[in-house]
């Protein structure tokens, strides 16, 4: 059995230290796997349009097939260029929550802290 003393000294450890340490923690994980969950999606989104394209040159057979494969690149390299935007826009988004995320949880940590001081007075 814990004497009160002790047993305040643990709540206010885990409310003022380990809990905030832990909810950040957890924060962490979660934004890694994010990032690391569209890191993946974006590496096969990118290996399958670089195989078609691939697959596309090796279907040239004549001097048409050649011209017409060209004039596809434009085409490829917009929509490149727009997933590109896209993907970059998505991480951003993903950092950005994390940030707010993060500054709520310090926010938190100091305003416990602060009611914690107070009690203590």
Do not use: C, W
């Not at 979660?30 to 697959?55: C, I, P, T």
């Amino acid at each position: 059995m814990m004497n009160p003393i002790l047993e305040q000294m643990t709540k206010q450890f885990e409310q003022l230290v380990s809990g905030p340490a832990r909810s950040f923690a957890a924060l962490n994980i979660n934004h890694m796997e994010a990032l690391v969950s569209n890191q993946v999606e974006l590496s096969k989104n990118y290996s399958d349009l670089g195989f078609k394209q691939l697959r596309a040159a090796l279907d040239i057979k004549s001097a048409d097939d050649v011209q017409s494969y060209f004039q596809n690149q434009q085409t490829v390299a917009q929509e490149l260029s727009e997933r590109v935007k896209a993907d970059a826009e998505k991480v951003v988004s993903l950092n950005r929550k994390y940030a707010e995320e993060a500054q709520a949880l310090g926010q938190e940590s100091v305003q416990a802290a602060a009611k914690a001081s107070g009690q203590s007075k």
